[in-house]
């Protein structure tokens, strides 16, 4: 095994995924080992892993397979080196644009979700503290 190469294991420990969700995602085509041992072991480079790591930072985040799907396939388009023409170029970029507006919304959501969280269990915390301190009644 090259040392570029890394097993399944290694790419799970790094992006804190299970194996079997690496191989969901191999199943749905998000991510193809870039490589296979001679005993038929997937082989992971590091843009393997940040493939992963995109993936695995897209579902909290509530995004689909093909949303992700949809992302990936731009950032690949953009980042292979082929010569796009102008119009498909800008129409990969406001395809990620627009990831990147929905993340923040996604992301400002979730802030409301956790403040709103957190003041509910101020007010459990408030309300037993009332209740343990009271008098109690005979």
């Not at 090259?2 to 191989?23: K, N, P, V």
């Not at 992971?44 to 995109?54: H, W």
């Not at 003041?119 to 005979?138: C, H, K, M, N």
Request: overall charge negative.
């Amino acid at each position: 095994m090259s040392s570029e190469h890394m097993q399944i294991g290694e790419a799970a420990a790094r992006t804190e995924l299970s194996l079997r969700t690496i191989r969901h995602y191999e199943d749905t085509g998000l991510v193809i080992p870039s490589a296979r041992s001679q005993g038929g072991f997937r082989l992971y480079t590091e843009a393997d892993v940040a493939r992963l790591m995109v993936i695995r930072r897209m579902k909290p985040l509530g995004f689909t397979l093909d949303e992700m799907r949809a992302l990936l396939d731009a950032t690949d388009r953009l980042d292979s080196g082929e010569e796009l023409p102008p119009e498909d170029r800008e129409e990969l970029l406001d395809r990620i644009r627009g990831f990147e507006q929905a993340t923040h919304k996604r992301v400002e959501d979730l802030r409301t979700q956790l403040a709103r969280a957190e003041e509910f269990a101020a007010t459990l915390g408030e309300r037993l503290i009332r209740s343990t301190s009271a008098p109690r009644r005979p």
